[in-house]
């Protein structure tokens, strides 16, 4: 065989091509990048939780106890509604602790570095700060209708706990509720939107909501998504409703609230709901 004999004219060149992959991101991205990947991996040890029980409840279901009610058994031993919510807490639990290397591998896939260990804790435990006093001047014009608050009182209790758990303040969350739904439990939008915080089907399953009409499900996957917003938009409201109501992907290619009509409104309702609701309790 014939030897071959390559010639390189300019090994400079060739060298300055192999960039590491890392100069394509800045702080900024690489921030989103990590949150992403956390993300996944938590989407992925809840799926992985949700197939072991499905996998209990077939293998130790008891059939109807004495009342002729079926038992409920699975993994967690919850009645159905609730071991979804336990499902995708336990799996954000467990991303926040040690690491399955799911998002390690992700996140160097992508970036061609390592994640940082800052990220993980820092992603999961970040306050999300909003200043909803500073609409107090702004959007008067719109209050809620005395029987839309009524029927929200009878979920506080479901408000308080969700913005105990999620870090969003519960007034952000009762307002959302009345602009989306007038806190109408079985509300079904044009769009198939459902419950209380109007979730679409794959918001739902993403915040591992199974019934949507079910209060405490709709609030807390509702309250979970809107956090993920908040920080997404680093505490910025009016940005964080805006991905809300027309979703992340528009406000970023608008680079800020999309010129559509029904956003521009929504997010005016909800600050003006806000506002009723900071104005009542100064």
């Given amino acids: 065989m014939n030897n071959l004999t390559i010639k390189i004219s300019e090994p400079g060149k060739h060298l300055n091509q192999m960039q590491n992959v890392n100069e394509r991101f800045d702080n900024k991205q690489k921030s989103k990048i990590a949150e992403a990947a956390l993300q996944f991996e938590a989407l992925f040890t809840s799926m992985l939780l949700r197939s072991m ?6 293998l130790f279901d008891s059939g109807e106890n004495e009342f002729g009610i079926k038992n409920n058994s699975n993994l967690f031993g919850l009645p159905d509604g609730f071991d979804a919510i336990f499902e995708q807490q ?3 639990f467990m991303t926040k602790g040690k690491s399955m290397g799911i998002a390690e591998a992700v996140y160097k896939k992508v970036t061609g570095e390592e ?3 800052t990220v ?4 999961f435990n970040r306050t999300i700060k909003v200043d909803t006093r500073k609409y107090d001047t702004e959007f008067r014009s719109l209050k809620p209708a005395a029987d839309s608050l009524n029927r929200l009182r009878k979920y506080e209790d479901i408000i308080d706990k969700a913005s105990s758990q999620f870090g969003v303040d519960k007034n952000v969350i009762r307002s959302v509720i009345l602009a ?3 806190a109408k439990q079985n509300a079904v939008s044009s769009a198939n939107a459902k419950g209380l915080m109007q979730l679409i089907d794959s918001t739902a399953a993403e915040m591992g909501v199974k019934n949507s009409f079910d209060p405490k499900e709709n609030i807390f996957g ?3 998504y809107l956090a993920k917003m908040l920080r997404q938009y680093n505490g910025n409201l009016e940005l964080a ?3 809300y109501n027309a979703g992340p992907a528009n406000v970023d290619k608008y680079n800020g609230i999309p010129p559509f009509e029904e956003t521009r409104k929504y997010v005016e309702k909800v600050i003006s709901y806000l506002n009723h609701f900071n104005e009542n309790e100064s």
Avoid: I, V, W, Y
């Fill in 241 to 243: 409703l805006a991905a």
């Fill in 53 to 58: 029980n499905s996998a209990t409840s077939e």
């Fill in 180 to 182: 989306e739904s007038a």
């Fill in 115 to 117: 994640l940082p260990t």
């Fill in 90 to 92: 336990f799996a954000d």
């Fill in 120 to 123: 993980r804790s820092n992603s």
């Fill in 222 to 224: 509702g309250a979970k």
